[in-house]
């Protein structure tokens, strides 16, 4: 199944640097979108299928955290797959992070460290019960 | 900062500018006047400590780091705006890896977004400085307060 990747972050290389390294990936990657804050993701999700999103946390106008607060709370989003990409160290933050469902990946990474954790993440969902929105028949999430 | 951290600080900046322009680190190097610096960029942070970070690259170290991250089409050069961005995102790898170094991986962090400043004589205004020269294999590295 081709997967349908947005790439959040507020620097255009790093944007860049991402795109690269899973354009080049063994994943069947769809469309792979980018934006620039959390404002911009949310808004490029509402009109895109999204199934995973490759986000950073320092960013303007809405952060990361804050961006992964909302998609969790927008039951039209939700069930889409988060690998946080970020020079974060604070174990607390990350733990917050993890709480919400988001898989992590430290700056800087080996090309093999960021898709060994969207490998983990994937893998992760297809062993998930089977009462999340996404396999109860959400409409939007069932699209693709 | 105590030699102990200097020297931890040290090792992390070498580990991020390897990781991100593969650069091999050659060692402590003097820190860039003003006149010999091509790109100087200062992040802001709060939390458990607040103040500033400025990372000021010799000429060709941002160009390293775009070869690296994105590399132009073959015959481009890369713009201005492309070096900007590349040594933006290092100055932020780096505050973010440097503070979890002195501070521990207890302690939080609020990073501000990375902004080009003028260059200017090393610390200037600056918590912490760090000078990094592109040489012959590698690059090398000055920090101050040392």
């Known amino acids: ?144 | 900062m105590s030699p102990a951290s200097t020297d931890d600080a040290l090792r992390t900046i070498a580990g991020v500018v390897g990781d991100l322009a593969f650069l091999t680190p050659l060692g402590v190097g003097p820190l860039l006047a003003a006149g010999e610096q091509e790109l100087a960029v200062h992040v802001a942070f709060r939390g458990s400590a607040s103040g500033t970070l400025v990372v000021a690259l010799a000429p060709g170290l941002a160009r390293a780091l775009v070869d690296n991250l994105a590399p132009p089409e073959p015959g481009c050069t890369p713009t201005a705006e492309d070096l900007a961005d590349a040594a933006k995102e290092l100055a932020n790898v780096l505050a973010g890896n440097l503070l979890a170094t002195l501070h521990g991986a207890q302690a939080e962090f609020q990073l501000g977004s990375p902004e080009l400043v003028p260059p200017a004589d090393l610390p200037a205004t600056a918590t912490f400085a760090i000078g990094l020269i592109l040489a012959e294999g590698g690059m090398m590295a000055g920090i101050l307060p040392a």
């Open chain 1, 1 to 144: 199944m081709k997967l349908n990747i947005l790439v959040v972050d507020d620097n255009r290389m790093m944007r860049e640097m991402v795109s690269r390294t899973v354009r080049m990936s063994a994943l069947d990657v769809g469309e792979l979108i980018q934006a620039g804050n959390g404002q911009e993701a949310l808004a490029a999700m509402r009109a895109t299928w999204i199934d995973l999103v490759l986000l950073d946390l320092n960013m303007p106008v809405m952060d990361g955290e804050a961006f992964l607060r909302a998609l969790r709370a927008d039951t039209a989003l939700r069930a889409a797959l988060v690998v946080v990409v970020s020079t974060e160290s604070s174990q607390p933050r990350i733990a917050r992070l993890a709480a919400l469902g988001a898989g992590f990946v430290h700056k800087p990474f080996r090309p093999e460290e960021l898709l060994a954790e969207v490998e983990r993440q994937i893998a992760g969902q297809r062993g998930a019960p089977h009462d999340c929105p996404q396999a109860a028949g959400n409409p939007m999430r069932a699209a693709p």
